[in-house]
């Protein structure tokens, strides 16, 4: 039942926080007595892991065998390994096999290797669970690796998809050796193995056809050996069934979610100003390859512990109970203040009332 909007005006943020927890929780529990396949979460979560592997070996199989085309692999491929990122989400969380490491390790490993373009959960775990304790503060180092709460620009569009190039960038910026340093230990050792072989295998495909492009147009072309030739055929094949579909799963995740996360001026602890839904229309191309993250994410905020595919299956009912409580929907503003909360329609009152 909806409240009036009295009662809504006389709660403050901490009491519209658990009131949304509770609705939705509530909604939640509702959805799992309605279907009772929904309560055999350690099954769903291993049934939706292999079905998404099959799905990208299954794929790759019909690219390497003439069936498929190059570009609906990578599409297909993308989208499956969407589903992957999910479920290492929720793994972080301890949402599947919480009491069977065995299951539950293999699951984390079997994720990771889907997706061989992202740190290692091991230790995202950490930066993830610390995520959630500090949303929006400097200390929030996950969100700020993905270029959250930098300024709009070609740095952060070479950053926002490319974890490789946005460590480099800071390393870069760093005043200090020491720090420089530093940046780049910790990016090998989060990176290693899977996301420097990864990336150094789509540098590689964009170097050598970079290459070979600019020599053919200046009327040079360049004479590869047999093994070249070779070798570059085993790259463009990676490329095309693991290393771009998670090219192109990175950047629209990491799109989504930096912009749809606030940064630098939340209220510590304040869920409501942590996140907005960010769903406008435009963005379904990248909703698509990042499982409708923007829409559903915010929702994970106030309900921690439910799995995935419980949120998307909630999404109606926790928007209209959000929308209610005050959580912004597609403020789009945020691209121009660096994910900052206040807008400057917002900040000028203030400034006024500090003059006076």
């Known amino acids: 039942m909806s409240l009036s909007p009295a009662s809504v005006a006389a709660m403050n943020d901490a009491q519209r926080s658990a009131h949304i927890r509770q609705t939705v929780m509530a909604h939640g529990a509702e959805l799992r007595r309605r279907y009772p396949l929904l309560q055999h979460q350690d099954a769903l979560g291993a049934g939706i892991l292999a079905f998404a592997l099959a799905g990208m070996l299954g794929s790759a199989a019909l690219y390497l065998g003439g069936v498929l085309a190059w570009w609906a692999c990578l599409l297909l491929n993308a989208f499956f390994a969407s589903l992957t990122h999910e479920l290492e989400h929720d793994l972080i969380h301890s949402m599947y096999f919480r009491k069977r490491r065995v299951p539950h390790n293999l699951m984390l490993a079997l994720v990771w290797l889907a997706r061989p373009s992202t740190i290692n959960?091991?230790?995202?775990?950490?930066?993830?669970?610390?995520?959630?304790?500090?949303?929006?503060?400097?200390?929030?180092?996950?969100?700020?690796?993905?270029?959250?709460?930098?300024?709009?620009?070609?740095?952060?569009?070479?950053?926002?998809?490319?974890?490789?190039?946005?460590?480099?960038?800071?390393?870069?910026?760093?005043?200090?050796?020491?720090?420089?340093?530093?940046?780049?230990?910790?990016?090998?050792?989060?990176?290693?193995?899977?996301?420097?072989?990864?990336?150094?295998?789509?540098?590689?495909?964009?170097?050598?056809?970079?290459?070979?492009?600019?020599?053919?147009?200046?009327?040079?072309?360049?004479?590869?050996?047999?093994?070249?030739?070779?070798?570059?055929?085993?790259?463009?094949?990676?490329?095309?069934?693991?290393?771009?579909?998670?090219?192109?799963?990175?950047?629209?995740?990491?799109?989504?979610?930096?912009?749809?996360?606030?940064?630098?001026?939340?209220?510590?602890?304040?869920?409501?100003?942590?996140?907005?839904?960010?769903?406008?229309?435009?963005?379904?191309?990248?909703?698509?390859?990042?499982?409708?993250?923007?829409?559903?994410?915010?929702?994970?905020?106030?309900?921690?512990?439910?799995?995935?595919?419980?949120?998307?299956?909630?999404?109606?009912?926790?928007h209209r109970v959000m929308r209610e409580m005050g959580v912004r929907f597609n403020d789009v503003g945020t691209f121009a203040r660096a994910n900052r909360w206040t807008r400057t329609s917002e900040a000028q009152p203030a400034a006024q009332t500090q003059a006076a």
């Open 121 to 318: 959960p091991w230790i995202r775990r950490h930066l993830h669970l610390n995520h959630h304790k500090v949303s929006g503060s400097e200390q929030d180092l996950e969100e700020r690796a993905i270029t959250n709460g930098e300024p709009w620009g070609l740095a952060r569009l070479l950053m926002v998809g490319d974890n490789v190039m946005a460590s480099l960038i800071r390393t870069l910026r760093a005043p200090t050796w020491a720090h420089k340093r530093a940046i780049l230990w910790r990016t090998l050792r989060v990176y290693a193995p899977l996301a420097l072989l990864n990336w150094g295998t789509w540098y590689l495909f964009l170097g050598f056809h970079l290459v070979d492009f600019a020599a053919g147009a200046l009327g040079a072309p360049i004479a590869w050996s047999a093994s070249t030739l070779e070798t570059m055929n085993i790259v463009d094949s990676a490329v095309v069934v693991l290393v771009g579909p998670n090219v192109l799963r990175t950047f629209c995740l990491h799109f989504v979610s930096s912009n749809m996360h606030y940064y630098g001026d939340v209220e510590p602890g304040n869920v409501i100003q942590q996140t907005q839904v960010l769903n406008p229309w435009w963005l379904w191309p990248l909703q698509a390859f990042c499982f409708n993250f923007g829409s559903s994410h915010a929702i994970h905020h106030f309900v921690v512990k439910e799995p995935f595919y419980i949120r998307q299956l909630t999404v109606p009912f926790a």
